[in-house]
């Protein structure tokens, strides 16, 4: 059994460096595309500011070919019946000036517009990419998230499954009547023989894992009590942080526990005290007087494990 256990925990250790040789080419992954995405928004904001000079050059010369023809037209000369024929041939050069200048100022209007518009395009266009990249990134982590709960469900179900195969292979051993009667007997011998310290050993990796607990909540006690998985998240230095049972608002943190009871301690588990063996049930208890989290474990060695 211990040489099972042990392979267990090699086989969770394996595909714990395997999720982290994923987790570091995701990184290696997501660092070159910041790299990349940080030379194009430099591009970017190169070409946009190139457009901005540009529109603000064809607005300043705009502004400066009105200026000529307000000068322009403030040097026309008045029409002098005296001398018809050299006051109407001024007026029509001076005309002519003042056409070629609106026609310039047009050309430049039509100009600033044009570098207006691919300003505005290139700044949708930056924005419209930098939406698109933050929605790859939260897709990535929600799939690589999606990915590492999947792992390790599947881990925790494979032991589980040794776990049941071995109690199904004692139960065909012997007939129903004699596992009635040698129940009780088999149970108090294990947990005699049973040694914790192995396990506190490597109760770090068995809480990153995870275990199932029936949760029992509120005083019916026909109430049929909840399959949670009860994990413990860690710190990179190690120390525990958070527990939780299940997704949302499910958990609470390491510094919130009060105390941790074993048996029939809380209200719950006296009203149930008749139908659920006391050394299979533990409470964590927090400072609050609703932070009680009352499980049953499958057997009493799972129990005193956690």
């Given amino acids: 059994e211990r040489a099972k256990a042990k392979a267990i925990e090699l086989a969770r250790m394996a595909e714990e460096d395997k ?34 000079a540009e529109a603000q050059k064809a607005a300043e010369e705009a502004a400066e070919l009105e200026r000529k023809a307000r000068e322009a037209k403030s040097r026309l000369v008045p029409f002098s ?38 300003l505005v395009k290139l700044k949708t266009q930056n924005k419209l990419k930098i939406d698109d990249d933050r929605r790859a990134d939260r897709d990535e982590k929600i799939a690589a998230r999606f990915e590492s709960r999947k792992t390790a469900d599947i881990a925790m179900a494979a032991s589980y499954q040794g776990a049941l195969s071995d109690g199904d292979e004692d139960d065909l051993s012997t007939s129903s009547e004699e596992k009635e009667d040698s129940e009780d007997d088999y149970s108090s011998s294990e947990d005699d023989d049973f040694d914790i310290t192995d396990c506190l050993d490597n109760f770090q990796q068995i809480a990153r894992l995870g275990a199932k607990f029936s949760r029992h909540a509120g005083k019916r006690i ?65 400072h609050s007087e609703k932070q009680v989290l009352d499980l049953e474990a499958y057997t009493k060695r799972d129990a005193k494990i956690w």
């Fill in 81 to 118: 019946p005296l001398t018809p024929r050299s006051a109407d041939e001024e007026a029509k050069e001076q005309e002519m000036e003042q056409l070629a200048l609106q026609e310039q100022i047009e050309a430049k209007r039509k100009q600033q517009l044009v570098a207006h518009t691919k």
């Fill in 19 to 52: 999720q982290r040789l994923a987790a570091e080419a995701a990184a290696a992954r997501k660092l070159a595309d910041d790299e990349a995405r940080a030379q194009q928004e430099a591009k970017q904001a190169e070409e946009q500011k190139k457009q901005e």
């Fill in 222 to 286: 026909h109430k049929k009590p909840q399959l949670r998985t009860v994990k413990v998240s860690f710190s990179e230095d190690g120390k525990p942080v958070t527990l939780s049972w299940g997704a949302g608002s499910r958990a609470i943190k390491m510094k919130d526990i009060w105390y941790i009871s074993w048996g029939h301690c809380t209200p719950t588990f006296l009203a149930r005290k008749d139908n659920l063996e006391a050394m299979k049930c533990f409470s964590i208890v927090g």
